[in-house]
């Protein structure tokens, strides 16, 4: 059995997070949120960049110091090349080679989008690890794929949106509620107590299996203006039922692009990662998707869901299994294929 220990480093947007991975299976996984953009409403990215060179050497000591290691133990750096916001992502990529320098190991550049995927591959007790080919759903503040996995590095986007992340749906829809920044988990919290077909709002058309979020926001934005205009109290009256009547149409627009992936590949395994997944709704519409579909969902653990560096961290072990490496003239890139 091998003994490989790898650090994965992970900067993209506004999280710092350093993990440390024995083989498949995760030591650390530290990760600092930056509280800074709430009271803007969202990420600002030179702040990120800012706040990622304060957080990255403590993070990354924490992540060794709990993984119970020396530095000097550790086989491989993996770094998040991309794709993402460009200040961020220069923070974690230079740190990575100085450090891979500095202990004289390879280092490894990992695609983030990947990495939500290959998530599903750290080895976690009570989890299963998906079998080839599988459909993977990427749902975060920043993505929203649906991609069809045939091996751990070759994979297909076959959907994706054509304007906003469905995170984005979200947080725009509780910022038009007056929710604070992140909305998500605030929309998820009320719609639980709510009745999902208070209210309807016609959904996208948008063709094959991609996704467009844009006209969703502003039906729901036209909606509630009107309605404030005869009753100024509407919103807080009947903040359940709107926050699951909005919850529901997402959640359909997504179960609906999800069976149809499936029925055009033939595949029922699927496996979702990304922010979006720790939502209640979309975590029971998936599991009723086993019954009345035969689908195999895999829904990974909420801490490898949201970004983090364990996820680098399989990549960057699965990739060094292939010794494939990258050399140190590597640079970030805000936008990268998959
Ligand atoms: O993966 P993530 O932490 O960061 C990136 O955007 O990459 O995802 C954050 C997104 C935010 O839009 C947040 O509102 C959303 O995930 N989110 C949720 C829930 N938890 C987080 N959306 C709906 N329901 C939730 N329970
Ligand atoms: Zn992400």
Redesign the pocket.
Known sequence: RQNIYILGIES????TSAAVLHNDEILSNVVASQKIHEQYGGVVPELASRAHQQNIVPVIDQAIKQANINKEQIDAIAFTRGPGLMGSLLVGTSFAKSLALALDVPLIDVNHMQA?ILAHFIKEEGYDIPEFPFIAMT?????TQIVQVNSHFDMEVIGETIDD????A??KS?KILGLPY????L???HAQQGNPKAFSFTKPRVDGLNFSFSGLKTAILYFIQKETKNDPDFIEKNLEDICASI?YTIINILIDKLKKASKETGIKRIAIG???S?????RAALKSGEHKFGWKTYIPKFEY???NAAMIAIVGYLKYLKKDFTDMSAIAQARIKI
């Open positions: 993209s947007c506004d999280d939500h749902i975060s503040g920043g993505h992340a469905v995170g984005e979200f947080d509780a992140p909305g998500g988990p929309i998820d919290k919850q990304g922010g979006v720790a939502n209640s709704g979309i869901t949201t970004d």
